[in-house]
């Protein structure tokens, strides 16, 4: 019976655009449809930064895929991620601002885990859009994790910026706008996030449907 039940909350999952969550704050995620999206050579040519969103929640399916183009596991026997870093330190974890609350993305487990409850996309940015999108992506650097790193600053910034181009190729593969962005207030987001002093915050891209 426990068995039905699941598979019937999973599929009701996958119908709707609201998302079903979990009594610990989880939101757990689809499998990403790896046969969706246009070729790779021409959502090259599609790449592009917008800064008009829909209000519309991103869908399931939608939420799912771009959060493992951005760094899911694509290789489960050994736990490595779309995105690479250097010697595999995986030091970038994105959290996602959504209406609900502020989440990290738990790659592992394909799933959402809320850190934060309450609607704080507007502390995610200095522009005015970010308040009303429906996804914002926040890369946080753990400098804990390139404890060899001379330059560790350096690192995290290549480590983002491979994160934010897989989302950047999912959008434009999917017709969905999105745009990097640098103007974020660190010092407020380290403590709202409540982010470890080893953690830093590199950057944040926003994403949604067109307007």
């Not at 502390?123 to 429906?134: I, L, T």
């Not at 404890?147 to 593969?173: P, T, W």
């Not at 830093?200 to 307007?211: E, N």
Request: a negative charge.
């Amino acid at each position: 019976m426990k068995e039905l039940f699941f598979s019937v909350l999973f599929a009701f999952s996958l119908m709707t655009p609201d998302f079903v969550f979990s009594q610990e704050g989880e939101i757990p995620l689809s499998p990403p449809d790896l046969k969706s999206g246009k070729p790779l050579m021409q959502a090259l040519s599609e790449r592009s930064s917008h800064r008009e969103f829909s209000e519309e929640m991103l869908s399931q399916e939608h939420l799912s895929g771009l959060l493992w183009a951005a760094c899911g596991i694509n290789r489960p026997e050994s736990g490595k991620r779309t995105a690479p870093s250097a010697r595999n330190w995986q030091d970038v974890q994105v959290y996602v601002f959504l209406k609900e609350g502020i989440y990290l993305y738990d790659e592992a487990g394909h799933k959402l885990v809320q850190v934060v409850a309450g609607d704080h996309r507007k502390a995610s940015g200095m522009q005015d859009f970010v308040e009303k999108a429906p996804v914002n992506l926040v890369y946080v650097s753990d400098y804990d994790r390139m404890k060899e790193a001379q330059d560790k600053s350096l690192y995290s910034g290549l480590s983002a910026g491979y994160i934010s181009q897989n989302v950047y190729l999912y959008c434009a593969s999917e017709g969905l706008n999105t745009v990097m962005r640098a103007m974020v207030d660190r010092e407020a987001m380290h403590s709202l996030m409540n982010l470890k002093p080893s953690q830093h915050v590199v950057g944040a891209q926003t994403v949604g449907y067109r307007p």
